[in-house]
């Protein structure tokens, strides 16, 4: 990376504005399109200032050739510019960078963000500096880097705007030549067209109407960008009487009308057009007078059709030349550059440049660079270049782009112009180069338009395999579809041969694109095959041997589940060591055992294994390319559903914050929403357990249409909003989605899908569908050995199901469920056993299940299966008649059930209590709910003690003490003053609590 030096802002110096030596014209015609951009401008600065923040618009000007939006743009430029506090940001795409990420945005953004003083760039950064940075040419990747999800970028740049909009409001942000925007910046800006509504921002794009103008991929935000914009500008022709007055500014009032006639119908109304002719008209001394029409319109031929011909008759061979070495270059032309490419001696390149400019082909930026008088000269120029000429200057311009220290970012565009079938290891070597700098920047596609011309060089027969390789792994993160061909070819021997370890790793990554398109059985398999093969590399074959197991574990059935199983055990009584793959297979047995159920100490003791003090070890690690985020998911899962939550939750929130910092904005940042969703959800903390699973759903949208994620999200939301009481909702979404069987074609859903779906026809009450749904799921579960009641509750829910019609085989499941939750051993898998069998049982036997469910799960993490148990608890004493105890348990449910935000609870919890009689709400004693630690600090209080001196007596930190003390005031409804009188204990002098006081007793008399 290196190499990059100073050509991190390569193409995009000061004098790239565009506004360069362009003489303001006197715009005609154009009042409508002018006042309405200005109503834009004094709209947007008059509303920020009255406060508002959600005032963005879209303003585009749209039209042919040379119609005049430039200029139309230089004009609104200029008012944003003299309006007070206004910052206004230009950039324009060029025909010649189209192919050059992020070069637009580079453009807009980079003299903004390098404004920045140093604290307030790390604000405006957030956690997204090393996707954001290195993408907008701000700072190198660092060292290690991974390449970046485009869509991370996306994201990156969301937030980034949305902080930086605001500091520099109102903020005018103007693009021309949208339709050569390289297509990683059109991406966002139309996306971002989007939010701008939301921010104090004006975006105004110009660009050409004509769909020919645009890359073919670029077209849908063409589309995109015509529907969001809320002023539209289409600019018309100009009108007899305009052109007739420019040409008489310039002619004098001698041009005669009908001269005049024929000229606009000639130029067709078009102001460049006009300009062009005009010169024409001067240069021949044309007289503006009716006889001449017919000869103006071969003058106009001649404008308008620059072949090679007229151009070297114009400029002669060694300008021509120089002309198109800048043509190659593009815009903001550095004329050092130019002259090396077009291998001319400065002197040489000084008298082109003079002809060049007498000749209004080129004009000099204020920053000494140089500009095309028009882009469609320069695209005029570009085209007359015979092709052998062309590649052969893009070849000389890829090298002096790199010998002037610019990079091969750069570089590579030209590179990859260059004629192939030179079989030049150099080149490829380079090409593979810029490609891995591509992806650290985000820009996959351009890495794979490097690695594509690679392969057509073509390289040595030897390295033929690994560039496929290469090129698969690219688009590891944009299309799998690519990525599972090109690791397949690279994999053929006919395709030649593939280094050992690469040929491991290709394998891995082809599998795991398989896996992720829900081709489980084919990845497994290619693992499988491959593992066979390896004789002498033990740490290659384990690798795929574990990956091979993780991937049969993932399918939604297999063959030979406890076989499998078994050979897992065998494979993990085997290691010796505990490198990255060692702990991998330890993982995999322990997300096994637990769907096994099978003693959950042995599946912790492996999980605990894998860990490296609590934390995951190096190769192991969420954004770890060697195993992919499914291994670090499932010892996640793993605690998840072994009680120890909070571990998982670390986990999940170390995923959270490593995919967003690597900017895996995709299925990763979804996946781990997910497990966080799940997590929370086991812990009963149901409303940010809704939370995560939306997002997750609706990330996992954004990439299509009901990917396995989708399953795992909705399964689990379902189940939340189950829990939250609001069963038709979960009905409506399952529904919507379609969560019901067949479910995913091959991938399991997590949790276990069909008990899932039983559970929720139970609590629609269509107890004999429910009834069909869960026998089914539970012949597949036993058959495949796995008997985890959390992880599919399929018995206890099948006995309720059944218990009307069937009442003894309804009782044999709800204790065929309790014995596999004690196998198991969980608080929380045995409590919900005990929970669900109590439902199918009446009086006594029904209170002491739940009352062992209650001693049970008060000893889990499991918050709401806790709070049904007590409300349960608390109804089946109020039915055998005991109120006392039953109220106390309810009012313990209430309690609980608040705190997971099930609110569905807390009303059937109150309706048991008023229907027979009882007060629906403690008259509370609030000192009951205090925690021994507020208790603590409330009586210290109580007696006037300030709270630094409260800290320093307990050995806690202020902060606590401080939010200790306002649990305590919030729960005794009282501040400092009547708190004694709250607790019940005598008052003391307060004096010295008021916060103000605290200075002066800092020394004061200890009480
Ligand atoms: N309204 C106008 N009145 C007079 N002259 C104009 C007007 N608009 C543009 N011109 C002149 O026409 C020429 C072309 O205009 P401009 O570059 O703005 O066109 P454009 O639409 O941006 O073209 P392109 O699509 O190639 O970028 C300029 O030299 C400019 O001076
Ligand atoms: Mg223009």
Known sequence: MT??????????????????????????????????????????????????????ELLTISGRPGIGKTSLLHEVRRTAKLRDGATVLFARGGEQQVKEPYHVLRQLLQPALTGLEPGEFRQVMGTWEEVVGPAM????????????????????????????????????????????????????????????????????????????????????????????????????????????????????????????????????????????????????????????????????????????????????????????????????????????????????????????????????????????????????????????????????AAAEIENAGLGLLAASRHLVETFSGEGDDRTVRKLRKAAAEHLLIGAPEAAQRCLHRALNEPPADDIRAEVLYELGCSALLTDPGATVNQLKLALDPDEGPLRPALRVDATFRLSEVLAHSGELREAALV????????????????????????????????????????????????????????????????????????????????????????????????????????????????????????????????????????????????FAYFLMGLARFRRGLLAEAEDFLRRALRLSERIGPKLPLAWDAVGVLVDTLLARGRVDEAWELANRFGFHPPYHDTAMVLPDAPSLYGKLLVAKKRYAGAAAALTEAGAQLEARGWRNTVWAPWAGHLAIAIAQDEPDRAREYAQKAIRDARTFGTASAIGTALRLHAEIEDGQQAVELLQEAVRYLGQSPAGYEHAVALVELGAALRRVGRLDDAQEYLYQGIELAQHCSAEGLVDQARRELANYGLRPNRLGDFRETLSQPEWDVAKLAARGVPPQRIADELGVQLGLVNRRLAAVYRKAGSGPDGLATALGLPGQPREATRPSDEADDVDGAEE
């Open 527 to 670: 693992c499988q095959r491959e593992a066979a093969e390896i004789e002498d590399d033990p740490a290659g074959k384990l690798r795929l041997q574990a990956a091979s197991f993780m991937w049969h574990a993932f399918r939604k059935s297999e063959e030979d589940g406890p076989g499998r199983s078994q050979r897992l055990g065998e494979l993990c009584d085997s290691l010796t060591g505990r490198e990255a793959a060692d702990r991998a297979v330890l993982a995999m047995r322990a997300w096994d055992l637990t769907l096994r159920g099978e003693p959950t100490t042995d599946a912790l003791a492996y999980a605990d294994d894998v860990l490296e003090s609590g934390r995951l070890p190096k190769g192991l690690g969420w954004t770890d390319s060697t195993w992919g985020f499914e291994l670090p998911s499932m010892l996640g899962l793993t605690y998840t559903y072994n009680d120890r939550i909070a571990q998982a939750e670390r986990l999940f929130a170390d995923a959270i914050i490593q995919f967003e910092v690597a900017g895996w904005s995709g299925a990763h940042r979804g």
């Open 3 to 56: 190499e990059q030096g100073n050509g991190l802002r390569a193409g995009t110096g000061p004098g790239r504005d565009g506004e360069g030596a362009a003489p303001r014209v006197r715009l005609r015609d154009r009042d409508a399109e002018l006042r309405s951009a200005e109503t834009a401008v004094d709209k947007l600065c008059r509303e920020f200032a009255a406060g508002g923040t959600e005032i963005g």
């Open 137 to 396: 040419g701000l700072k190198q990747p660092k060292a290690g880097a991974r390449r970046l999800d485009p869509q991370g970028v996306r994201d990156g740049l969301d937030y980034v705007l949305t902080q930086l909009a605001p500091r520099r409001a109102p903020l005018v942000m103007i693009v021309d030549d949208l339709h050569w925007s390289d297509l990683e910046s059109l991406s966002w800006l139309t996306q971002f067209a989007v939010r701008a509504r939301e921010l104090p921002v004006l975006l105004v794009f110009a660009f050409r109407e004509d769909e020919n103008d645009w890359q073919s991929e670029a077209r849908q935000h063409h589309g995109t960008v015509l529907k969001l914009a809320t002023r539209k500008h289409e600019l018309n022709r100009l009108s007899l009487g305009s052109v007739t007055d420019i040409i008489r500014a310039e002619l004098g009032d001698k041009a005669e009308d009908a001269f005049c006639y024929e000229f606009w119908t000639v130029v067709n109304g078009n102001p460049y057009e006009a300009v062009a002719l005009l010169d024409q008209v001067r240069d021949q001394d044309l007289d503006p007078v009716e006889e001449n029409s017919v000869q103006l319109r071969e003058l106009a031929v001649d404008a308008n059709g620059m072949t090679l011909k007229t151009w070297l008759d114009r400029l002669g061979a060694s300008t021509l030349r120089f002309a198109w070495a800048c043509a190659m270059l593009g815009t903001d032309i550095r004329i050092d550059l130019a002259t090396r490419i077009s291998t001319q001696s400065a002197e040489g390149a000084r008298d082109s440049i003079k002809q060049l400019r007498k000749q209004r082909v080129l004009t000099q930026t204020p920053n000494g660079n140089l500009e095309f008088v028009h882009p469609l000269i320069g695209s005029s120029i570009y085209n007359t270049m015979p092709e052998a000429t062309r590649t052969g200057m893009h070849g000389v």
